[in-house]
């Protein structure tokens, strides 16, 4: 019976080391290490290019900010903008990245739809990126899909100049799953501001997965062993 016990209490251990170590590794910022210092984007370096090779980058001090509902509501969808922001509410609901297949391979050699729209408490590989209500400066708030290390700082209540963004087209479905939080707010949901670098993203999709999954694997084993150990001692077993 006793045997049985720590088998079961190991099993337990083991689990809770995966879990805990899935959400510490999620919540190191992968991204921005890769990525390291990035020189700031002046407004004149976005005239050159295209916009894929601005968005996502740290603004500079003379890319123009969004202060308040009517600036909002006037920015062009073509037009480099940012943010400064201290406050954001998450919504738990995601688009599909674009860089993200709309079909994943199944165990039997078929293929299966992956959802345009989740539930972020499901996105277990960072396929989605999620709509926040993010606060400017007037106090309004407008959508917002940012990288999560952005939004972990806005979450910790940290002064944030967003990186580069524009104005795109909200999901309609995405739409639909937050219409109540929106109206709660009182939220301009006629675009989003994204601010996801989309080339260089799915260029480092893989290797930043891989990482995660690395160093949560190494993480378990380490909990996991000092776990096991702990329920080995206190029921006094020798193997």
């Known amino acids: 019976m006793k045997k049985k016990l720590v088998k079961f209490l190991e099993f337990v251990a083991v689990i809770v080391s995966l879990i805990i170590s899935f959400f510490v590794v999620k919540s190191i910022g992968v991204e921005s290490i890769l990525r390291g210092k990035e020189e700031q984007v002046t407004l004149a370096m976005t005239e050159d290019g295209f916009p894929e090779d601005h968005i996502g980058m740290p603004a500079g001090d003379d890319i123009p900010r969004i202060t308040d509902a009517a600036t909002w509501e006037d920015t062009w969808q073509t037009s480099f903008v940012t943010i400064e922001s201290s406050n ?36 277990v ?19 917002a899909q940012m990288p999560t290390d952005v939004a972990r700082k806005l979450k910790a209540g940290k002064e944030v100049t967003m990186p580069i963004g524009r104005k795109s087209s909200v999901h309609q479905q995405a739409l639909t799953n937050i219409a109540d939080l929106c109206s709660e707010y009182n939220v301009n949901t006629d675009g989003v501001f994204y601010c996801f670098n989309d080339e260089w993203s799915e260029s480092h999709y893989l290797i930043v997965q891989l990482i995660r999954i690395g160093g949560c694997l190494l993480m378990t084993l380490v909990i996991g062993s000092i776990l096991i150990t702990i329920i080995g001692k206190a029921f006094k077993v020798k193997d």
């Open 88 to 123: 954001v509410i998450p919504t738990g609901i995601g688009s599909r990245h674009p860089w993200i297949s709309a079909y994943s391979n199944t165990r039997r050699g078929g293929q299966r739809h992956r959802p345009d729209v989740s539930n972020m408490a499901f996105d």
């Open 125 to 143: 590989l960072d396929e989605y990126a999620e709509y926040f209500l993010l606060q400017i400066p007037d106090g309004s708030y407008i959508l």
